[in-house]
């Protein structure tokens, strides 16, 4: 059972996934940064100084500064400015997986274009000839 195990995980595709595992997590890291420490800030002061990771609801009654204020005293928040950020993050990410995987299909269908056949069979004898020929040299038929 090791052996196979260690043969399953030696296979390219397993290696090959792992480190895109691997580097998902990282990039997400930087997409959340680059959503919360420079795409929402510039957009949060065209709305009038708004900080969306301070939108919130209290659900527990009681006025509070921040959310950091509501947390601290304990009461029961909705979150929705944070909730914003994270599908901020989440269009940026699916939006790079979608551009990776469009790029990475093109060079595929270039690779999987079929070779054009330069011969064909004789119908009469069965043995391959040049594609535009009209007779067959082997046997001499009369090709259509």
Known sequence: MLKEFKE?????????????????????????????????PPIGMLMGNMDFSNLFFTLSGGEFASLAAAKEAGAATLNYGV????????????FAIFLLVRQVNRFKRKEEA??????KECPFCTSAIAIR?????????QLG
């Open 114 to 119: 079929a070779p054009v056949p330069d011969t």
């Open 83 to 94: 909730f914003l950020n994270t599908i901020i993050d989440f269009l940026i990410v699916a």
């Open 133 to 141: 020929a009209t007779r067959c040299p082997n046997c001499t038929s």
């Open 8 to 40: 399953f995980a030696m296979k390219g595709n397993v290696l090959d996934m792992a480190v895109g595992i691997i580097i998902g997590a990282a990039f997400g890291k930087i997409v959340t940064s680059f959503v919360a420490d420079i795409l929402m």
